[in-house]
């Protein structure tokens, strides 16, 4: 009796070899696409460095494109400083400390709240790109590492707020406000990074995990003011009732205000002196910048993961 090989068996047979090929190639592309991943120069390469300068001086040309964004960003503080510090300008003097103006007073607040607010407004950049496609395109070219995108926008925001905090310097100066010492400025520039570092990292984890530019612009309005009122911005902590000077106290802003205001008062300066005096006690320079580095600290960790799930 005669074996006969049916056409559905040769039919199958090709379909299981295909398969095979098939699953074959799909892993040798997976190994081979993981071998070039991992190939990568990496975040500590000169790879890197150039990418993220590319892409830095790719925000520096859109500003260049529309510099009402800058221009805005400079005039809007010095509004502030002119109209509000004249507002109170026949308050007794003494009533705000050592300050010889409410100007003088003032100007320390107004430096950190534009720091803050421009800060804030990072994550608006990354979050129309990621509407408009460009961050799809910019996921799939063969970085070093893609957290240059997100260092890119630190550096952008970085430079922008110390154009506006010489903006204000300068006019504080012209007012009457005076200026700091050499080593003063050096502090107060390192002031504003840490706090412009830390906001903007959440500012990026914000742009990542809101669905669009909308929520993110909500969140940046129901945030800026209430954090300027609840800091000591525009009065001393002692003026407060005790539930605000407890708010006060536990905002990263204060921390970055009451240092620069006493850099503003005291030529001569130590990490010692004391430059706030919280309700459970006072508080030196020194630990306010260690304060202001461990907000930016606990707001770079907590970005991390969503940053990797999205970009790395």
């Given at each position: ?17 295909a ?14 696409a ?32 529309r510099?009402?964004?800058?221009i ?43 720091a ?6 990072a994550?608006?950049?990354?979050m129309?790109?990621r ?11 063969p ?20 154009v ?20 003063g400025?050096m ?34 309005f129901?945030?800026n003011?209430?954090?300027l ?10 003026f ?7 708010v ?5 802003l ?8 006493y850099?503003y ?10 430059v ?21 600290a606990?707001a770079?960790?907590?970005?991390q ?8």
């Open positions: 009796m005669s074996s006969t090989i049916t056409p559905s068996k040769n039919r199958d047979d090709a379909s299981a070899e398969l095979s090929i098939a699953n074959a190639e799909l892993q040798q592309w997976k190994t081979s993981i071998a070039a991943e991992q190939s990568l120069p990496g975040v500590f390469s000169a790879e890197f460095l150039q990418e993220t300068l590319a892409l830095t001086r790719r925000l520096f040309i859109q500003l260049q494109r510099p009402s964004t800058l805005a960003g400079v005039i809007q503080p010095l509004m502030w400083l002119i109209l509000f510090g004249a507002l109170f300008q026949n308050i007794p003097a003494g009533l705000f400390g050592e300050s010889q103006n409410y100007g003088q007073f003032l100007g320390a607040g107004i430096i950190v709240f534009t803050f607010a421009g800060a804030l407004n994550g608006l950049p990354v129309f790109d509407e408009f496609g460009f961050l799809n395109r910019l996921l799939v070219a970085l070093a590492s893609r957290f240059s995108i997100v260092v890119a926008s630190a550096l952008f925001i970085a430079a922008m707020s110390f506006q905090t010489a903006a204000i310097v300068i006019a504080s100066a012209f007012l009457g406000a005076g200026l700091p010492s050499a080593a400025l502090l107060m520039a390192l002031i504003v990074f840490t706090l412009v570092l830390g906001v903007t990292a959440l500012s990026l984890g914000l742009a990542f995990a809101l669905p669009g530019h909308i929520e993110l612009i909500a969140v940046i129901v945030t003011l209430p954090l009122f609840s800091s000591t911005a525009l009065v001393p902590i002692t407060m009732p005790r539930w605000l000077q407890v006060a106290s536990l905002n990263p204060s921390y970055a205000i009451e240092p620069i205001r850099l008062l005291h030529e001569s300066w130590s990490f010692a002196s004391p706030l005096q919280a309700p459970w006690g006072s508080v030196s320079l020194g630990m306010s910048l260690v304060i202001l580095v461990g907000f930016s606990i770079l960790t907590l970005i993961p969503l940053l990797r799930r999205r970009i790395a």
